[in-house]
């Protein structure tokens, strides 16, 4: 009953994807917060878009975002397959900035996906 408590106190289900939806019944609050996690990723990078100086690296993560999701079968982006591609660096306390750039591995990915798009 709790995870359906937290469903409406953060919107319907309608705001919520069905994988979502299924992981958080199975494995309940521990796996939301990695969810809600993952849904601010998008939010920091488009900030990090705003930025000239990070521009460039916010760019090529969201490439490498959408290609994530466009390969899951669930069209998730998973912490355990967005992680290991980048690196992040945080501003500082108490500010939550975050600056994502790919890491090696990222960046083989992305010009793999390059190359064969």
Same mark, same amino acid.
């Given at each position: 009953?709790?995870?359906?408590?937290?469903?409406?106190?953060?919107?319907?289900?309608?705001?919520?994807?069905?994988?979502?939806? @299924?992981?958080?019944?199975?494995?309940?609050?521990?796996?939301?917060?990695?969810?809600?996690?993952?849904?601010? /990723?998008?939010?920091? /990078?488009?900030?990090?878009?705003?930025d000239p100086e990070h521009q460039q690296d916010a760019e090529e993560c969201i490439e490498?975002?959408?290609?994530?999701?466009?390969?899951?079968?669930?069209?998730?982006?998973?912490?355990?397959?967005?992680?290991?591609?980048?690196?992040?660096?945080?501003?500082?306390?108490?500010?939550?900035?975050?600056?994502?750039?790919? @890491?090696?591995?990222?960046?083989?990915? /992305?010009?793999?996906?390059?190359?064969n798009g």
């Amino acid at each position: 009953m709790f995870i359906v408590d937290v469903l409406v106190l953060m919107g319907t289900r309608e705001d919520f994807h069905p994988c979502q939806i @299924n992981i958080l019944l199975k494995f309940g609050q521990r796996v939301f917060n990695k969810i809600e996690n993952m849904g601010k /990723l998008m939010n920091h /990078l488009t900030r990090q878009l705003k930025d000239p100086e990070h521009q460039q690296d916010a760019e090529e993560c969201i490439e490498i975002y959408n290609w994530i999701k466009d390969t899951d079968k669930d069209g998730c982006v998973w912490s355990s397959r967005w992680t290991p591609l980048v690196d992040i660096t945080f501003k500082g306390y108490p500010s939550d900035i975050r600056r994502y750039k790919l @890491n090696i591995t990222g960046a083989t990915l /992305l010009k793999g996906i390059k190359n064969n798009g």
